[in-house]
């Protein structure tokens, strides 16, 4: 599943944008529209966190929660 797929992304390569998410599973044709369903799905329970601010400069990153393990 898609999902599982972008976890274990951010597991692997820590503070990616949800940009470099998609380019890294869909190649050239990886906008982050493609992803940003399962990354907000990940925040929401709490299994990854986004810092940044969002803008330009300061863009999402996403990081694994500390303390979780992959399943």
Known sequence: MLIEDVER???EAPGLTAT??????FG????HSRVSAEIRALVHVKRVERRGGG???DPFTYYPVAGQSRR
């Open 9 to 11: 992304l951010i597991q």
């Open 20 to 25: 470099a998410l998609a380019q890294r599973l």
């Open 28 to 31: 050239y044709d990886g906008y």
């Open 55 to 57: 803008g330009p400069g």
